[in-house]
């Protein structure tokens, strides 16, 4: 597991222990030109760099795909998290936020409370709104929920209802999924978040989550998304049971998929949390795994516009350290997350926006406000 004790440390020594890195990766030389060349990888090249590159020679490639994308820029924006409701008909393995219809600790946020919330959110930018599949929630509200909060605050970013949550609405309304997103499209959504996707393999599918959509369904409704003019964001839950050349499929799908529609906006790596879950058993990813991934993810996913170190799973310190290994967008302010804290039993603080600021710019980054 890697430990960094002294930041300002790491960031004198860097180019010594890079030095040393680029000299052990010898034999992946020719892969690493492509890297900086931004030329796609074939799977092999990509499954060699992630299981045999060493940690700081590929946050290196990384940092240099992500500086040639975005230069010095580090991007953040000021929001709020809503997760509208914890009840839910399915049973993921990996989540602890969860509650089973009917079961004690269910909740529900009515359109009103949500309103007060944003209210209470000076410089709100962002909306970020994303819950459990409900039973007795009508499709209604979803759709009234964009609704108020549109005509509320004209100004914001709605980023809601994961792909997942889209194929719900489509159920229960018996709607097409394309439907459903003009109507959301109508009421005022802009986005939508990335979760749901987990890893695009019906073997961990199957062992994990059996009664969530399925790859192809979670792929064709970002497709129908991006096909509408909505960009979507997209996931990875890694740490758990799955193997590198899952992560590598996984990431190759997405580089593939966003070839076609150009539609995904930000891919978010996300680390398994194992408390409060049927998979507590499991230790979770180490920081070393975690870097290693991000870093891979913003060499695989070139075509991508941003990678988030998304500061509510891995830490601040951590996602801070992420920033040097290819994560460009450091997420947000969030002010509350339930999702997290229902797993680890404890509330997210937030990060004022000045306090994201001073985290960029000790790693000689520029904030940029998105």
């Known amino acids: ?59 290196e490639l990384a940092n240099k795909v992500k500086e040639k994308i975005h230069g010095k820029n580090y991007y953040y924006t000021i929001n709020r998290h809503i997760n509208y409701t914890n009840i839910c008909a399915i049973d993921c393995k990996f989540c602890g936020y969860h509650k089973r219809p009917g079961e004690e600790g269910g909740y529900t946020l009515k359109i009103d409370e949500i309103l007060e919330k944003l209210k209470a959110t000076p410089g709100l930018r962002e909306v970020h709104i994303v819950g459990g599949l409900n039973p007795k929630l009508p499709y209604e509200y979803y759709i009234e929920l964009v609704r108020r909060i549109r005509s509320t605050f004209p100004e914001i970013h709605i980023r809601a209802y994961t792909c997942v949550e ?98 995904f906006y930000c891919f978010i790596p996300l680390a398994f949390i194992p408390e409060n879950n049927k998979l507590s058993y499991l230790p979770g990813p180490s920081a070393e795994k975690i870097l290693k991934t991000i870093a891979i993810s913003r060499i695989i996913l070139n075509n991508f516009p941003h990678i988030k170190a998304y500061w509510v799973f891995l830490g601040i310190g951590l996602s801070q350290v992420a920033l040097l290994w290819g994560a460009d967008h450091f ?7 339930k999702i997290s804290e229902a797993m680890r039993g404890e509330p997210v603080i937030k990060l004022p926006p000045y306090e994201i600021e001073k985290l960029i710019r000790e790693i000689g980054g520029e904030p940029v406000l998105v």
């Open 331 to 337: 997420h947000g302010t969030v002010i509350e997350e």
């Open 166 to 263: 889209i194929d719900w609405l489509s159920r229960i309304s018996g709607k097409s999924v394309e439907e459903v997103l003009k109507e959301l499209k109508s009421a005022g959504l802009n986005s939508i978040p990335g979760g749901g996707a987990e890893v695009f393999s019906e073997r961990i599918r199957a062992e994990l989550y059996p009664t969530k959509i399925s790859s192809e369904r979670w792929i064709e409704i970002a497709k129908t998304a991006h096909k509408l003019g909505i960009p979507t964001n997209a996931t990875l839950l890694f740490g758990h049971i799955e193997t590198d050349e899952e992560i590598i499929e996984h990431l190759f799908k997405l580089r593939e998929i966003q070839e076609n529609t150009k539609g």
């Open 1 to 59: 597991m890697l430990v960094i004790e002294n930041f300002s440390t790491l960031k004198e020594d860097k180019s010594l222990i890079l030095e040393e890195a680029f000299k052990k990766n010898r034999n992946l030389e020719k892969i690493a030109e492509k890297v900086l060349n931004l030329e796609p990888l074939d799977f092999d090249s990509a499954l060699r760099l992630y299981k045999g590159g060493d940690l700081f020679f590929l946050g």
